[in-house]
């Protein structure tokens, strides 16, 4: 068995990072359209909250799911999405603010913090899944449950917004904007969705 040196070790740590930087680049470019990138776990969320005209520009789920797609990571222990400050966002938050959701007194009760990002308006509709999460390790099957759980009310609560839906909604990915803004900008922007809101709710016809 050959024995290598610290510094063939530590080219090899080097190469190995820049090789895992790229397959997560490749990965991040095979995924043409929006609808494809958003976490599966928050989707329904993103799609309601887009038929009410909130704007979503950013969405996460917070932890690791099943067949995602090699460039995911995660702000794990937030799930989240944040949405364009507008009218029918302030609306939104008053819906929910006025609302007491199912396990409301639960660690994953759902916060609204309006802020500005990097010259945008925004509101920040988060759920922190880390306090009380009896698996507070990343690497646990339990890990995600409570995450789980406050999407799904989260999800429940939009539905029943369904009469304020819009017909459908184009959806623009920010990072578009965030290319145009910032030159090495390095998540690439995708296409348009197009939501309906038979897509989500039966329409009548």
């Not at 520009?57 to 460039?71: K, R, T």
């Not at 995660?74 to 006025?98: F, I, M």
Request: glycine share 4%.
């Amino acid at each position: 068995m050959r024995i290598i040196t610290w510094k063939e070790y530590e080219e090899f740590k080097q190469l190995r990072s820049i090789y895992k930087h790229d397959a997560i680049r490749q990965s991040a470019l095979r995924i043409m359209y929006l609808e494809q990138d958003i976490d599966a776990p928050i989707k329904i969320c993103v799609m309601a909250l887009a038929l009410l005209g909130c704007e979503p520009m950013w969405s996460c789920c917070g932890f690791d799911y099943a067949g995602q797609p090699l460039h995911k990571s995660h702000c794990y222990g937030t799930s989240g999405v944040a949405l364009r400050d507008n009218p029918r966002t302030r609306w939104l938050t008053k819906q929910l603010e006025e609302t007491r959701l199912e396990f409301q007194d639960y660690a994953n009760a759902w916060r609204v913090a309006y802020t500005n990002h990097y010259g945008d308006a925004r509101c920040g509709l988060t759920s922190d899944t880390h306090t009380g999460n009896v698996w507070p390790h990343i690497d646990s099957i339990h890990y995600s449950e409570p995450a789980a759980i406050a999407i799904q009310i989260l999800e429940t609560f939009l539905l029943g917004l369904s009469e304020s839906f819009q017909d459908c909604v184009t959806l623009r990915d920010t990072n578009d904007e965030f290319h145009k803004r910032f030159s090495w900008w390095q998540y690439p922007a995708k296409a348009d969705w197009l939501i309906r809101k038979s897509d989500l709710v039966a329409v009548p016809e």
